[in-house]
């Protein structure tokens, strides 16, 4: 069986419960082969650069749009030094946050718009986050030129946005709330994707999936989110996890 590819963690956060050696290798033995670590500042993506040394590993550097406010040109200048980094493959995790009150919205458009110019100068894949926000960031993607390889992870979006989304080219990646019982929304979206744009993911050390909803994410539990988007999509978790590496690669730009 291929092993799965963990489209978006957060190891920098994980390492807080688990060393990161001893994380991946629990990972890797649950049938996890790959992952991207995402930065969520300037500190947390040199970080996670500096993770992507183990085998594996790949990692993305940008400034989270809670922390838009930090995004001066001093980080804007460390980000895209840590874009040279070989093991340093997407730019992110950027976006807009409206459902939070954590930044003003002017300050995270001013940050994403510049992530998007990075992404585009770069080369690179554009990981985004958006709640309560991905019409806002559809709108500034298609008003900027969205870049070739972009991700919107742990979708949250309505079924337009979803079709706005896929007509940018945009990959879409589900994370454990699709596990929830609450979640009938996301699993018709997810049932919906085409097979070639979608990708799975823990967000860990968040949205633990069910059936460890409520104890701290690890990458090496992508599998329960994998089976919860394999039901969805009424197919096998074997074809889901061949399908989204394969994806993962290919948005990477891993193959």
Same mark, same amino acid.
């Given at each position: 069986?291929?092993?799965?590819?963990?489209?978006?963690? %957060? /190891?920098?956060? +994980?390492?807080?419960?688990?060393?990161?050696?001893?994380?991946?290798?629990?990972?890797?033995?649950?049938?996890?082969?790959?992952?991207?670590?995402?930065?969520?500042?300037?500190?947390?993506?040199?970080?996670?650069?500096? /993770?992507?040394? %183990?085998?594996?590993?790949?990692?993305?550097?940008?400034?989270?749009?809670? $922390?838009?406010?930090? &995004?001066?040109?001093?980080?804007? !200048?460390?980000?895209?030094? @840590? @874009?040279?980094?070989?093991?340093?493959?997407?730019?992110?995790?950027?976006? #807009?946050?409206?459902?939070?009150?954590? +930044? *003003?919205?002017?300050?995270?458009?001013?940050?994403?718009?510049?992530?998007?110019?990075?992404?585009?100068?770069?080369?690179?894949?554009?990981?985004?986050?958006?709640?309560?926000?991905?019409?806002?960031? /559809?709108?500034?993607?298609?008003? #900027? !030129?969205? *870049?070739?390889?972009?991700?919107?992870? +742990?979708?949250?979006?309505?079924?337009?946005?979803?079709?706005?989304?896929?007509? #940018?080219?945009?990959?879409? $990646? &589900?994370?454990?709330?699709?596990?929830?019982?609450?979640?009938?929304?996301?699993?018709?979206?997810?049932?919906?994707?085409?097979?070639?744009?979608?990708?799975?993911?823990?967000?860990? *050390?968040?949205?633990?999936?069910?059936?460890?909803?409520?104890?701290?994410?690890?990458?090496?539990?992508?599998?329960?989110?994998?089976?919860?988007?394999?039901?969805? =999509?009424?197919?096998?978790?074997?074809?889901?996890?061949?399908?989204?590496?394969?994806?993962?690669? =290919?948005?990477?730009?891993?193959?």
């Amino acid at each position: 069986m291929i092993g799965w590819f963990d489209s978006h963690c %957060h /190891l920098h956060l +994980c390492e807080e419960q688990e060393d990161a050696s001893k994380l991946v290798a629990e990972a890797r033995t649950a049938g996890v082969e790959s992952m991207l670590t995402v930065g969520i500042d300037v500190e947390s993506s040199r970080r996670a650069a500096a /993770l992507a040394k %183990h085998e594996g590993i790949v990692a993305a550097a940008g400034v989270h749009p809670n $922390s838009a406010s930090e &995004f001066d040109d001093v980080a804007a !200048g460390a980000v895209a030094e @840590l @874009l040279a980094f070989d093991h340093v493959v997407a730019v992110g995790e950027t976006g #807009l946050d409206f459902y939070r009150d954590a +930044c *003003p919205e002017v300050l995270q458009l001013e940050a994403f718009t510049a992530h998007i110019r990075l992404a585009n100068a770069h080369d690179l894949a554009l990981v985004i986050h958006t709640r309560a926000s991905a019409g806002r960031a /559809l709108d500034l993607l298609e008003d #900027l !030129g969205a *870049p070739e390889r972009l991700v919107f992870h +742990c979708w949250s979006g309505d079924s337009e946005e979803l079709k706005r989304a896929l007509s #940018l080219g945009a990959y879409i $990646s &589900f994370a454990g709330n699709i596990s929830f019982p609450s979640a009938e929304p996301l699993k018709e979206a997810a049932a919906s994707v085409p097979e070639e744009r979608i990708l799975v993911e823990t967000d860990s *050390p968040f949205l633990t999936a069910v059936p460890h909803r409520g104890k701290p994410n690890r990458p090496a539990l992508l599998p329960h989110v994998g089976a919860a988007l394999a039901h969805a =999509r009424n197919t096998e978790a074997e074809h889901l996890a061949a399908l989204t590496t394969a994806n993962a690669r =290919r948005l990477f730009g891993l193959e």
